[in-house]
């Protein structure tokens, strides 16, 4: 296998341990917020990446590599969502979405990096465009997270 592979297995298998963390982090602010609207939003948001992740997994396949099936154990998405978790409980939509904003930032910031990786490695064209796909879908999911968050933010 090429260098060129195995870093592209690499940047995909990446993605998904965090896809998986946000996917699990947008099921559980589900399962937490009062919310129908962010509820149903966060539902679909949940649905979507695991649709990413398995997008993720069927192009490791392609190159010859084994997909990462788990989230992360050590990695600084997890522990968002980890705190999302003990955070929500018996507390505000708003905390809610404030939390999973953060989730979502970090998540920009590894497709991102993911994004500048590919470029400069040279990464075969079609994971370029998987990445570069996918982190739109990202940059769409957290500018709307923050919308719902302004929305119902109490004005002073």
């Known amino acids: ?3 060129t592979k195995k870093e592209a297995i690499s940047v995909l298998n990446d993605l ?7 996917e699990k982090g947008f099921q559980t602010s589900a399962e937490d917020t009062k919310n129908p609207e962010i509820k149903k939003f966060f539902q679909s948001r949940s ?3 695991a649709t990413s992740v398995r997008e993720l997994q069927e192009e490791v396949r392609a190159l010859g590599g084994d997909p990462e099936t788990s ?3 050590s990695g600084t998405l997890h522990r968002a969502w980890v705190d999302l978790k003990s955070a929500v409980t018996g507390k505000s939509d708003e905390a809610i979405l404030n939390e ?16 500048q ?3 400069q490695k040279s990464l075969p064209v079609n994971v ?7 982190l739109q879908g990202a ?4 500018d709307q997270v923050k919308v719902l968050r302004d929305q119902i933010r109490p004005r002073h």
């Open 128 to 134: 370029v465009t998987l990445i570069t796909r996918q």
């Open 117 to 119: 990786k590919a470029q």
């Open 47 to 49: 649905a979507q990446i």
């Open 1 to 3: 296998m090429t260098d």
């Open 71 to 73: 989230s992360s154990v």
């Open 139 to 142: 940059q769409q999911n957290h």
């Open 16 to 22: 998904i341990e965090i896809s998986k963390d946000g």
């Open 100 to 115: 999973v904003e953060r989730g979502e930032d970090v998540a920009l910031k590894a497709y991102k990096d993911a994004a």
